[in-house]
Nanobody, 113 residues
Framework: QVRLVESGGGLVQAGGSLRLSCTAFGSIFTSPMGWYRQAPGKQREVVALITRRGSTNYADSVKGRFTISRDNAKNTVYLQMNSLKPEDTAVYYC????????WGQGTQVTVSS
């Protein structure tokens, strides 16, 4: 069983930055991890994924603005979000495993125009 604890969401103006963190408890931290998001009235979508070795994959809408990274020693994955846009407003979920198999509780990110 894996428990994911997220932090770092909040309210920011367009053009600003936020960093999300997610720590995994109860695992060896060997699986891929990443972030999904769900905006009001929209389907949940993948934002960024990272393997244990550091290979990354991004949604086209965030390429060049968001950076995913992980610290295996701390069992933590990060999402640095720069040049935020109002359309980035959503609940962001940390995920673990290829399924993904586990989901965090979600953290709200709101970008004002």
């Amino acid at each position: 069983q894996v428990r994911l604890v997220e932090s770092g969401g909040g309210l920011v103006q367009a053009g600003g930055s936020l960093r999300l963190s997610c720590t995994a408890f109860g695992s060896i931290f060997t699986s891929p991890m990443g972030w999904y998001r769900q905006a009001p009235g929209k389907q949940r979508e993948v934002v960024a994924l990272i393997t244990r070795r550091g290979s990354t994959n991004y949604a086209d809408s965030v390429k060049g603005r968001f950076t995913i990274s992980r610290d295996n020693a701390k069992n933590t994955v990060y999402l640095q979000m720069n040049s935020l846009k109002p359309e980035d407003t959503a609940v962001y979920y940390c995920v673990y495993g290829g399924g993904p198999d586990y989901w965090g509780q979600g953290t709200q990110v709101t970008v004002s125009s």
